[in-house]
């Protein structure tokens, strides 16, 4: 349920007027609406009305934390049906941006016999609630399940409005749950602020709240709702939370997929482990898929694909990768010499081309070197 407008001034009236019974906010969450309310509070020597305002401030901070974001539904791209109830919006194909609202990776949601699994949090709370908003044109069946891939923000920042929805059944792997909730998420605000503070405004560490696993965990084993979540390895972030919905026939492969947009190395990555942890995730899916041909496959950027063009245009890159880093290292090459060798023309065409080529050969190069 969402707060309109008219329940905002409603509530500004009345809690100002009446200053109607609430709890203390345990969690110290305040935002640009309810800080300067309280300092204004502080200020003012009239007992009466600053008790009023300091009651209504948190009043609307239990609000904000009940409904895990209050606000305008944003623009994001529409939800697309790519399999039997499974409902997809495509991530921007670049950097998260004010105009694509941090949304630049893959948000999927699949209705299941009992209720809804859906695959990453979305970028932040306004994503998350868009998401839900236009969901709800296609299933009404409640969302009980969620998977984090890794340990980024664009797969976590949505959690505490789902949290806030009543999803207890958060999951990630454990090293990045711990990383996301040490370092990730405030590294995750800082850089949302830079852009547009009022898509985390609401926005709370949900981090030690997640269901953790290590290797592998089937949720609802034996069901038609069973889930695979399996920690196929490093390769760009140092863990990846793959999914697998056998009643479905469908695998999420975080990260560890690109179709379209060139994959990125970043400093955590490495492409070793990365073609490591491919493999595991193809040997798993021939494994376990009850028809392998007709795998649908999500990966963590680009649209839903089949298994054999997520190989191409994932694995097929880094094997490329790697034969023209070998190929300019053997001929001695360095500095500008080297980067002019490393151009791959046959990928210029993909997003992200000119932003990525040289570092992911440099990636490799260090790897080899090191
Ligand atoms: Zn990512």
Redesign the pocket.
């Known amino acids: 349920m969402s707060l309109n407008n008219k329940a905002i001034v409603a509530l500004i009236v009345g809690g100002v007027a009446l200053s109607f019974q609430t709890q203390v906010n345990s969690n110290g969450f305040e935002d640009s609406w309810s800080k300067p309310i309280k300092q204004h509070a502080k200020q003012i020597d009239d007992a009466a009305l600053s008790q009023s305002l300091e009651q209504y401030a948190k009043n609307y901070e239990n609000l904000v934390k009940q409904h895990g974001y209050i606000g305008k539904k944003l623009s994001i791209p529409e939800i697309e049906v790519v399999g039997d109830g499974v409902f997809f919006v495509k991530g921007a194909l670049m950097w998260g941006t004010l105009e694509n609202h941090g949304l630049n990776?893959n948000i999927t949601a699949v209705e299941l016999d009992s209720g809804v699994f859906v695959y990453n949090t979305g970028s932040n709370p306004a994503v998350a609630y868009s998401f839900h908003q236009a969901l709800k044109q296609h299933t009404n069946k409640p969302i009980r399940w969620l998977a984090a891939e890794?340990y980024?923000s664009?797969?976590n920042l949505g959690g505490s409005y789902w949290h806030a929805q009543g999803v207890k059944n958060i999951y990630s792997e454990k090293q990045a749950a711990d990383f996301w909730s040490k370092r990730g998420f405030d590294n995750a605000i800082r850089r949302v602020n830079q852009y547009n503070p009022f898509l985390v405004e609401a926005a709370q560490n949900m981090g030690d709240q997640y269901k953790t696993f290590e290797d592998k965990l089937i949720v609802n084993q034996g069901t038609p709702d069973e889930i695979h979540l399996i920690n196929f390895g490093g390769g760009?972030t140092p863990t990846m939370t793959g999914a697998f919905i056998p009643s479905k026939n469908i695998l999420f492969t975080g990260?560890l997929g690109f179709v379209e947009r060139l994959p990125g190395l970043l400093h955590d990555s490495s492409y070793s482990e990365w073609m490591d942890s491919f493999e595991a995730m193809v040997e798993y899916a021939e494994n376990n898929s009850p028809d392998i041909k007709n795998l649908l496959v999500i990966p963590?950027?680009g649209g839903a694909t089949t298994l054999s063009e997520l190989i191409t245009q994932t694995y097929g890159y880094f094997e490329d990768l790697k034969v023209t880093v070998d190929k300019a290292m053997s001929r001695g090459l360095s500095g500008q010499e080297f980067d002019k060798a490393v151009h791959m023309p046959k990928y210029q065409h993909r997003p992200m081309y000119d932003q990525l080529y040289l570092r992911n050969a440099r990636s490799v190069y260090d790897q080899m070197t090191k």
Do not use: E, F
């Open positions: 990776n890794n980024q664009h797969a760009h990260d963590g950027h």
